[in-house]
């Protein structure tokens, strides 16, 4: 069946640098894929999306391109803050159904 | 305001006791979902419903049941439950699942414990 596979954490990281979380696909059709943000205490928000092969999704500063040749859709950043700190879920949607990756919990020191 | 609201917020019951969690979105979506968050797991789809009536399976439906009365309520029931039930659980909507397109907004999450 359909799963989505995220690098273990926590990742810490010193404020400014560069971040990248992989996440890697399986899946039959089209899915689309997303990045889902969790601060503590609270539901998950959007990060970003995309809907097709070589899609970029981007929003705040934080980047992922749908790679199907290699199914996957990493997530970058060239510049981490504090503030970004949370845990961050690679997920797709396929035939009517959502699969989320394990979660990646991030920390940004000052 | 937009959202999807959840109630309880917390709850600790005993094995056995039944349940409901309830779920209300007011953006007059068609698509709703409930998820249980277990560390190291992730979120794994308990059941979805496409629309009123209409109600599926996820990847974990044993021991849950979930009705669709009505298109801005989806209730999580409980009818025996488990110790191994013990988790935090998410409502979520979106407006449809057109071309699997559009996105789901979360509810704050229910942290349910039996014991």
């Known amino acids: 069946g359909d799963s989505v596979t995220q690098m273990e954490g926590p990742v810490t990281l010193s404020e400014e640098a560069f971040l990248t979380i992989n996440c890697t696909y399986t899946?039959?059709?089209?899915?689309?894929l997303f990045w889902y943000v969790q601060y503590p205490g609270e539901g998950l928000q959007l990060l970003l999306k995309a809907t097709k092969a070589d899609d970029k999704g981007s929003n705040k500063g934080f980047e992922a391109t749908y790679r199907k040749e290699t199914t996957s859709f990493h997530l970058e950043k060239g510049s981490v803050q504090v503030s970004d700190s949370a845990v961050y879920f690679c997920?797709?949607?396929?035939?009517?159904?959502?699969?989320f990756g394990s979660g990646t919990k991030l920390n940004v020191k000052p | 305001e937009a959202q999807v609201t959840q109630n309880p917020r917390y709850l600790i019951t005993v094995t056995g006791k039944k349940l409901t969690v309830t779920c209300s979105q007011n953006m007059n979506h068609e698509y709703m979902s409930w998820y249980r968050q277990d560390p190291g797991l992730g979120l794994r789809q308990i059941y979805y419903?496409?629309?009123?009536?209409?109600?599926d399976k996820g990847d974990v439906p044993e021991g849950y049941k979930v009705s669709r009365k009505e298109k801005r309520n989806f209730p999580l029931i409980l009818e025996s439950p488990s110790p191994n039930q013990t988790s935090l659980y998410f409502c979520?909507?979106?407006?449809?699942?057109?071309?699997?397109?559009?996105?789901?907004?979360f509810g704050p999450g229910t942290r349910l414990t039996v014991t």
């Open positions: 997920a797709l949607s396929n035939f009517n159904k959502f699969y």
């Open positions: 419903s496409m629309n009123v009536e209409v109600t």
């Open positions: 899946a039959t059709g089209y899915p689309s």
């Open positions: 979520a909507s979106s407006r449809d699942m057109e071309y699997n397109s559009y996105e789901q907004y």
